[in-house]
């Protein structure tokens, strides 16, 4: 990747959360894969911990387009269309 380990962070208000999830300094450049395993675990950690709250429905698709839709969102894959909060 070719954004310093700083910048990564999944959440806007915590900028450091990458570098002190991975320990690395906030300077250096982390692997594709390293990067996809800290958005897997993050997500997997927020399911856990809202469970209760929300419901996640996982679709691996191809998204062609995503539109604001009533104080909503439709996302538009090859062969259907969804609706999200």
């Keep these: 990747m070719n954004v310093p380990s700083i910048r990564m962070s999944c959440f806007v208000d915590?900028?450091?959360h990458?570098?002190?999830y991975n320990k690395m300094n906030e300077y250096s450049f982390a692997t594709r894969k390293l990067f996809g395993e800290y958005l897997q675990n993050t997500l997997n950690d927020y399911i856990q911990l809202t469970r209760n709250l929300i419901k996640i429905q996982h679709i691996q698709e191809e998204v062609n387009d995503?539109?604001?839709y009533n104080n909503k969102y439709k996302i538009k894959l090859n062969n259907n269309e969804i609706i999200a909060d």
């Design 18 to 20: 990458f570098v002190q």
């Design 66 to 68: 995503i539109e604001k």
């Design 14 to 16: 915590i900028k450091e």
